[in-house]
Every structure is written in structure tokens, then in C-alpha cells.
């Protein structure tokens, strides 16, 4: 993790509000400062911004983004009140604005829907976009809110799974709370591409494999942070259900964007996306690590 700030998209919705206080606290539990970012979008439509001709000189669109603002800010200062909190009306789209929030954020925080869009989609498309392209972690504000409940990271062995893991330690380490790594599996599992598998397995012998990888991925993550209790969990099921049950005792899921899944060319996996379309506590997305220049442990 670097040394940027917890960024937090807020548009006045309730979920917006929910993520500015799980921002809050995530950035008090790390000693980060809270940046809090509203997309304008209208200087785009050509539409009037400030106040009418002789109408309330606090009426506009600009005054309403203002407001909008210092709500979440005094919202933020509350949760938290030792965090510096900072707030920025940005002119532009909300997905663009917070991709590009991210390049230089820690982690950005939002709700898993706006005010706009679609009723019926279970997450809003901005918060869909901004798991698939950002280049930090995402985490975003759903269900019930329970930071003393355990971290559940979802294990693949995969290279890029590598950044979730290292994610979920640093926020389990944070919250002193056990960290819970399940790893999911129906069938052997490839370790590189091009890996050949047989199509006839022993059981017995496929589970020792699915158990040695699950050591090996959480190896090096115990011994930098021998603070965290860590519980691993192997199961035969498929991972999309295994996860999304896990989340209804996890104060916090987290995946990697994608993982060992058939569809490598996908910007964000299957795993992921019904992780954050079902789970029932907050979520976190991690990009790769080279996408998101997280290291290995003990890298430099």
C-alpha cells in the first residue's frame, strides 16, 4: 500500500453516504487522510450553473453540489473525527473521475449504487466500472456494516490473487480482527497457464495439492503479519457460492479482480462480479499487482 489518501465518491445517495462512513473509519484504522470527490457532470450539458436571475442566491447547480459536499465532509467528521477530511467538486463523469482518483489513491470507497442508472441492477454501472479499471483497491459499502467481524479473502493461487491476500492482512492487521482465507475448489486446479490436467483424478490426492496450494499462498503473508489470527478453510464447492455464504459472518470480503477463471481475458472475473453483485457485507475488489504496483512480500 502506498501513501495516498482514502478517496471516497459521493453523489447524495444513501449508499454514497454509507461509503464516506466506511471510508471514514478505514482511513482512521489505516492513518489515512479522507479525500471526498463529487463528479459534476453538468458544464458538459450546457445548462445554466449558478443561481437563476432573482431566485434564492443558495439555488443552483453549483450551490446544490456544494451542499451536497459539505454534508458528506461533516458526515466524514463525524465517524472519524481525528481524520484531516478534504472535499473537491471535480468537473467530469463519476467512472473517469475515480479512475483517475485512483492512480494516486490508497483505496477509493463507494456505494454499490448512485443516484443514477437503472433501478433494477443489483450494482450501479459506475461502481461496476470503477472495480474493473481501477488501479487501487476498491471497496465498496453494501450490506451490513460490521468492522469487528473477520476479513474473508478469497484464495486462488493465483499470481494476481497474491495483491488481495497482502489487502486483506493489511485491513485485518488494522482492525485486529481474524482473517479468514478460503480457498474453494471443485477440480484441480492449474498452477501456470498451459498447465495440463488429467481428466480422471484421485480425490484424496487433488485435495493434498488444493491444500499445499492454500499454504503456499498465505506463507509469506503470516510471517509479515504474525499479528493476525488466520483461519484457512478449504472447500470442495464452487467458489462463487462458497464466497457470497461467507460474507454473511465477514465484516469484509475480498477478491482479487480476477483470478484462475477459464476467461482470463476479462477485466474483471466472474468470482469477482458475483461477489459484488451478492455478497451481504462490504466488498473489497484488488487488482493485479502488477496493474496496481503492489509488491510481494517482502519485495522492494
Known amino acids: ?4 489518501p482514502i478517496v471516497v465518491g459521493v453523489d447524495g445517495s444513501a449508499p454514497s453516504l454509507a461509503a464516506v462512513t466506511l471510508g471514514a473509519e478505514q482511513a482512521g484504522s489505516w492513518g489515512r ?3 471526498l470527490v463529487h ?6 450539458f450546457r445548462v445554466p450553473l449558478d443561481p437563476p436571475v432573482g431566485g434564492p442566491p443558495d439555488s443552483g447547480l453549483r450551490n446544490q453540489a456544494d451542499r451536497l459536499l459539505t454534508e458528506a465532509v461533516d458526515r466524514a467528521r463525524a465517524a472519524a473525527p481525528g481524520v484531516p477530511v478534504t472535499g473537491e467538486v471535480v468537473t467530469g463523469f463519476p467512472a473517469p473521475v475515480l479512475i483517475a482518483e485512483s492512480e494516486r489513491a490508497a483505496t477509493v470507497v463507494v456505494g454499490d449504487r448512485g443516484l443514477g442508472g437503472f433501478a433494477g441492477l443489483l450494482v450501479g454501472s459506475v461502481t461496476v466500472q470503477l472495480a474493473a479499471h481501477a488501479h487501487c483497491p476498491v471497496l465498496v459499502a453494501r450490506g451490513r456494516t460490521e468492522p469487528s467481524g473477520p476479513v474473508v479473502v ?7 490473487g497474491a495483491a488481495a491476500i497482502g489487502f486483506a492482512f493489511e485491513v485485518a492487521a488494522a482492525r485486529r480482527v481474524e482473517l479468514a ?6 477440480h484441480p486446479t492449474a498452477r501456470e497457464p498451459g498447465d495440463m490436467l488429467p481428466p480422471v483424478h ?16 498465505l506463507a509469506g503473508w503470516r510471517e509479515k503479519y504474525p499479528q493476525v489470527p488466520v483461519r484457512a478453510r478449504l472447500v470442495r464447492a464452487p467458489t462463487r457460492r462458497t464466497l457470497v455464504e461467507a ?6 470480503i475480498v477478491v482479487g479482480a480476477r483470478g484462475r477463471g477459464p476467461f482470463s481475458g476479462l477485466v474483471l472475473g466472474s468470482v469477482s462480479q458475483a461477489v459484488l453483485h451478492h455478497a451481504e457485507c462490504p466488498v473489497a475488489i484488488v487488482p493485479h499487482a502488477d496493474q496496481a504496483g503492489n509488491p510481494e512480500p517482502g519485495a522492494t
Open 181 to 186: 482465507a478460503v480457498h474453494a475448489w471443485t
Open 247 to 252: 460474507s454473511r459472518r465477514a465484516g469484509l
Open 154 to 160: 478469497g484464495v486462488d493461487g493465483s499470481p494476481g
Open 33 to 35: 487522510p479522507l479525500r
Open 39 to 44: 463528479a459534476f457532470v453538468w458544464p458538459y
Open 1 to 4: 500500500m502506498d501513501s495516498g
Open 202 to 217: 484421485d480425490p484424496e490426492l487433488a485435495r493434498g495439492e488444493e491444500e499445499r496450494l492454500l499454504a503456499e499462498a
